[in-house]
């Protein structure tokens, strides 16, 4: 079975532009996360989707935002991008909610984007 | 707010010995606590999960103990091999839907 896949799977952008990542969950799995994870750190929340709602949000900024589609799949926007928006973006799927001891997040390999 | 600590030097092991690995956290009560392993340029794969009224874990050579009182985690590999070299992550609920994890450990075994 394929595993959370994600595209591209790297980026280069220059500040104020704008970008879309995307992600496809395992299939079954109904829940999405978004990660950030700047170099020598661990990865920090972005938001949580699940039944193409927004379940939980990290401490980003407005111009973060994300979406679930029909088919579970996911994109992730990021606006008006900064130098400090270089980072490892990790989309990961579970069968349900975060926070549930049982749902095992899988994650995919990441997008790496560089803005300049 | 919630704050993961790990060792940010590196561990340098020789293959064979036990490799204990540090999680401590504050400011939280997790119900449970996660270890994942991160090679370069991928995404954490996860290894272990222990809930807060477990004291220990095992998974192969992998041990895993979660003392609630001291507010940390040891994770233990044995009989470590240089295919075990990678950073190991741990991760606690934060009750947000989300995970919060440390910055990680990254773990050199020298055959």
């Known amino acids: 079975d394929a595993g959370v896949t994600q595209s591209p799977t790297h980026l280069i952008k220059t500040r104020g532009q704008q970008v879309t990542l995307r992600c496809s969950p395992i299939?079954?799995?109904?829940?999405v996360s978004w990660y950030q994870q700047v170099l020598g750190q661990g990865p920090q929340f972005i938001f949580q989707?699940?039944?193409?709602?927004?379940?939980g949000r990290g401490n980003f900024p407005d111009r973060f935002s994300a979406r679930q589609f029909p088919n579970y799949s996911s994109e992730l926007n990021v606006n008006a991008l900064l130098l400090g928006d270089s980072a490892l973006y990790l989309c990961?799927?579970?069968?349900?909610?975060?926070?549930?001891?049982?749902?095992?997040?899988?994650f995919g390999p990441g997008t790496r984007l560089t803005v300049l | 707010s919630q704050k993961i600590e790990q060792n940010s030097e590196a561990l340098n092991i020789q293959e064979g010995k036990t490799a204990t690995l540090t999680c401590n956290y504050t400011n939280y009560s997790p119900a449970y606590l996660q270890w994942y392993r991160q090679d370069p340029g991928r995404g954490p794969v996860f290894l272990l999960l222990?809930?807060?009224?477990?004291k220990e874990k095992r998974k192969e050579r992998l041990k895993v103990t979660f003392d609630t009182t001291l507010k940390q985690s040891l994770f233990h590999i044995t009989a470590s091999q240089p295919a075990d070299s990678a950073t190991y992550l741990c991760a606690i609920d934060t009750g947000r839907r989300a995970l919060t994890f440390g910055s990680g450990t990254r773990l050199q075994v020298q055959p």
């Open positions: 990961a799927s579970s069968l349900g909610f975060s926070g549930s001891a049982t749902d095992t997040q899988y």
């Open positions: 989707y699940y039944e193409k709602e927004e379940r």
């Open positions: 222990i809930r807060e009224n477990e």
């Open positions: 299939s079954g799995h109904k829940s």
